[in-house]
């Protein structure tokens, strides 16, 4: 097992930075070195920040929610973990989009009968579905803009 050290270059801020990896077969452990130093060209902090600024983009694009909160670091906090949630959960989003669209036009009477039966108000129904689902951290930005909610679906 040898320890193969990839020095890469990021091109937005031109710090040099490391990828390490353990491999035992060396001419495998050339290609991941050669591939790793001509396609990681960003570090960390340059990744981290373009992430989230994709996830703000898609924050306007869906027409999301204003944050607000308690203080203004809580509503920078839930601006960035909805951020880097979007940038990673995109086709999340759309399947929430898709059902909910289908819920109150195709099966729009099955839904109401059932959130009938269920004894919970629309928004209830719908918030325990989609986290049976494991789709409420995009069903929580979708329709909030608590920062305390967002905090609690995307941290949990």
């Not at 981290?48 to 694009?61: F, M, P, R, S, V």
């Not at 009968?113 to 108000?121: C, F, H, L, Q, R």
Request: proline content about 1%.
């Amino acid at each position: 097992m040898s320890k193969i050290i990839a020095e890469c270059k990021c091109r937005k801020c031109g710090v040099t930075f490391e990828r390490v990896k353990y491999i035992c077969n060396d001419a495998e452990a050339e290609r991941w070195k050669t591939w790793t130093e001509s396609n990681f060209d960003l570090c960390s902090d340059c990744w981290k920040q373009e992430q989230n600024e994709h996830g703000k983009t898609l924050a306007e694009k869906y027409h999301l929610p204003k944050i607000t909160g308690a203080s203004e670091k809580q509503i920078i906090y839930a601006e960035n973990l909805r951020a880097k949630y979007l940038a990673d959960n995109e086709n999340k989003l759309k399947d929430v989009i898709k059902m909910l669209s289908e819920l109150h036009t195709v099966y729009v009477e099955q839904f109401t009968e059932a959130v009938s039966k269920s004894g919970k108000s629309e928004a209830d129904y719908l918030r325990d579905s989609f986290a049976r689902l494991a789709y409420n951290g995009a069903y929580t930005i979708l329709t909030t803009g608590d920062a305390r909610q967002i905090i609690d679906a995307l941290t949990k």
